[in-house]
T-cell receptor
Framework: EDKVVQSPLSLVVHEGDTVTLNCSYE??????LLWYKQEKKAPTFLFML????IEKKSGRLSSILDKKELFSILNITATQTGDSAVYLC?????????????FGKGTKLSVKP | DGGITQSPKYLFRKEGQNVTLSCEQN?????MYWYRQDPGQGLRLIYY???????QKGDIAEGYSVSREKKESFPLTVTSAQKNPTAFYLC??????????????FGSGTRLTVV
């Protein structure tokens, strides 16, 4: 059965801290790993990772995929209160009748002033 | 502007009632999805449709029904058989063959509460 496991499930840090969120996956016909940020409503797309070892960056956020270990991390440096959200990891498989995303439970990040 | 519209944003249901959640997209996407999200949980797939007049059960389809009579619309009915329907419901659509973002677009969600 396909599954995506995120850890930790919740995390409380102070502004300025650096955090690392973890995501392991077991997805049949794996194609890509996606990260989303969710602040109450619809998830907002952050990154899509398809190749192993290539870091993707966007401002203070970065992410990398390890296809050998079936693992991805999301790093946030110099955290701000606006980073408080649930971060979702999802594994995507190749098309055909699928092409769906399998989501993890999410990591709830709280950044205190 | 193209996008996905879910309505209503908030919905209250009495026990034993059926309710229908609306999801409309003008993105010309072929695939549409319904997810359920409970507190502390990720998104769990209820139903999905790859093409008009066809849909498939996801992981938690019991107590739900859908239809896909038009490409733009994928309504979800929460029936009285769903024992614990209070949750946040997200609709998404996907463009086949998309490379970036896996082609997914999410609606803003409907929060359903049983009273």
């Amino acid at each position: 059965e396909d599954k995506v496991v995120q850890s930790p499930l919740s995390l409380v840090v102070h502004e300025g801290d650096t955090v690392t969120l973890n995501c392991s996956y077991e997805v049949t016909n794996f194609r890509s790993l996606l990260w989303y940020k969710q602040e109450k409503k619809a998830p907002t797309f952050l990154f899509m990772l398809t190749s192993s070892g290539i870091e993707k960056k966007s401002g203070r956020l970065s992410s990398i995929l390890d296809k050998k270990e079936l693992f991805s991390i999301l790093n946030i440096t110099a955290t701000q209160t606006g980073d408080s959200a649930v971060y979702l990891c999802a594994g995507g498989n190749y098309g055909g009748s699928q092409g769906n995303l399998i989501f993890g439970k999410g990591t709830k990040l709280s950044v205190k002033p | 502007d193209g996008g996905i519209t879910q309505s209503p944003k908030y919905l209250f249901r009495k026990e034993g009632q059926n309710v229908t959640l609306s999801c409309e997209q003008n993105l010309n996407h072929d695939a549409m999805y319904w997810y359920r999200q409970d507190p502390g949980q990720g998104l769990r797939l209820i139903y999905y449709s790859q093409i008009v007049n066809d849909f498939q059960k996801g992981d938690i389809a019991e107590g739900y029904s859908v239809s896909r009579e038009k490409k733009e619309s994928f309504p979800l009915t929460v029936t009285s058989a769903q024992k614990n329907p209070t949750a946040f419901y997200l609709c998404a659509s996907r463009r086949e063959g998309a490379s970036a973002n896996y082609g997914y677009t999410f609606g803003s969600g409907t929060r359903l509460t049983v009273v």
